[in-house]
């Protein structure tokens, strides 16, 4: 058995498969559908501090959490330690997550253009100074989550500053911020993390199934697997690894059946916590029908429809399920 519990500061869950924060993709509906097919510990989208200082923080944080999600962390972006330690105060005050993270890993121009996610590792001072501010200031443990640098070395130096300035954990994506999400996970680099580190450590990146879920752990001696773009549409993947990691079996499914339920599932958690108008309906029906025949049709009709129970009739439809 290779699912093993993992402890972050004081929150200790029932296993090491963790859903990524994902911008645009791990709302509250999403989440608690990632959770009931058996991810241990949720993020939300990254947030911004610098919006959640400047705007109404009520109307920003809508729909943020519920009392079946949990343990989840949230995750904030910035590159203020002041502001960040504002932000996370707030956070913390107002939702009591288990965990707040830092996004020093989002590689995307419009956000390291601003200074913040992967850009912040090129200033080692920064990191220490973001993550001490915050450690120094909150109860709630903090984490962080990374991408890899051009030089293993320099990897291992921002790694040991986080752990330095007080993290409780840290995850690692194999990429360097450049690749994006082209070419392969370094799992190499991620070990080596693993092997310099006292807190737990988590691997991220090209998990995409059973195989390479296991082969990760394997290799890395990682504490936990956070998993990203494989759950997008596939919440099962979850259930289908936490079987495999404790069986050493596959699960026997009709994943057009799962993916089917699990879309209805989706939209209705969505219409239950008034999220349907603030997500990207076409784009999430894309993800759940992906491979499923007529899929194209029900993307184009997505956009006509004005809640979530017309998206269920619409799927119901098509695909005459009863």
């Not at 330690?85 to 996004?103: K, M, Q």
């Amino acid at each position: 058995m290779k699912l093993n519990k993992l402890k972050i500061g004081k929150t200790q869950t029932p296993g090491n498969l963790l859903l990524a924060p994902m911008a645009d993709v791990t709302n509250l509906a999403f989440r608690l559908l990632c959770r009931q097919n058996g991810a241990d510990l949720t993020y939300t989208e990254m947030i911004s501090a610098d919006a959640l200082l400047n705007e109404n923080r009520k109307s920003h944080l809508k729909g943020l959490s519920s009392p079946e999600d949990r343990p989840f962390g949230i995750q904030l972006l910035g590159n203020s330690p002041e502001k960040l330690r504002e932000a996370a105060l707030f956070i913390e005050d107002e939702y009591r997550p288990e965990l707040i993270d830092v996004n020093m890993g989002c590689p995307a121009q419009r956000i390291t253009g601003t200074g913040c996610g992967s850009a912040l590792l090129n200033s080692g001072k920064l990191v220490y100074g973001i993550i001490s501010e915050l450690t120094d200031a909150l109860k709630t443990p903090i984490t962080a989550k990374i991408r890899i640098l051009e030089r293993e070395e320099e990897t291992l130096e921002i790694a040991h500053l986080i752990e330095k300035a007080g993290a409780s954990a840290l995850t690692v994506h194999g990429r360097r911020a450049e690749q994006m999400y082209s070419g392969s996970s370094d799992f190499k680099t991620i070990k080596a993390v693993k092997q310099e580190l006292s807190i737990p450590v988590i691997a991220n990146g090209d998990i995409r199934d059973e195989e390479s879920a296991e082969s990760a752990l394997d290799f890395t001696g990682c504490d936990g697997l956070m998993i990203g773009r494989a759950a997008m549409g596939n919440p099962f993947v979850f259930k289908r690894i936490r079987h495999y990691l404790e069986t050493g079996e596959k699960l026997e499914i009709d994943m057009q059946a799962r993916q089917l339920e699990d879309f209805k599932n989706y939209v209705a958690l969505l219409e239950e916590y008034g999220l349907c108008s603030s997500t990207n309906l076409r784009t999430h029906a894309h993800w759940f029908t992906k491979g499923l025949r007529g899929s194209r049709q029900i993307r184009e009709k997505v956009n006509n429809l004005k809640d979530g129970k017309a998206l269920i009739e619409l799927i119901n439809n098509s695909y005459q399920v009863k």
